[in-house]
């Protein structure tokens, strides 16, 4: 069974950063396109940031410029990298791996929490 089990989350003070990770199992995790969605309450999921096997990155506009999405093949994770971060920015966080068009999985997500 394909387990994506994300880390990190936590409360922040605006302005400040986190980095959440993704760790994946059981799938060939350097052929997935690896994303970043969140889902704030009373809203739909969102797409964050995707980045593909050939590390070519995509940003929602609302975070372009503040958040950084990478992955490392050889430990099968993805990282998502949050500056300057907003009250905006709380949501839980959803890990994502897709293989299209049959394929993708979730995490069961991480909450972040911007606060003072």
């Known amino acids: 069974q394909v387990q994506l089990a994300e880390s990190g989350g936590g409360l922040v003070q605006p302005g400040g950063s986190l980095r959440v990770s993704c760790a994946a199992s059981?799938?060939?995790?350097?052929?997935?396109?690896m994303g970043w969605y969140r889902q704030a309450p009373g809203k739909q999921r969102e797409l964050v940031a995707t980045?593909?096997?050939?590390?070519?990155?995509n940003y929602a506009i609302s975070v372009k410029g503040r958040f950084t999405i990478s992955r490392d093949n050889a430990k099968n994770t993805v990282y998502l990298q949050m500056n300057s971060l907003k009250p905006d920015d709380t949501a839980v966080y959803y890990c994502?791996?897709?293989?299209?068009?049959?394929?993708?999985?979730w995490g069961q997500g991480t909450q972040v929490t911007v606060s003072s």
């Open positions: 059981r799938i060939i995790f350097s052929n997935y396109i």
């Open positions: 994502n791996a897709a293989y299209p068009p049959n394929y993708a999985y």
């Open positions: 980045i593909t096997s050939g590390g070519s990155t």
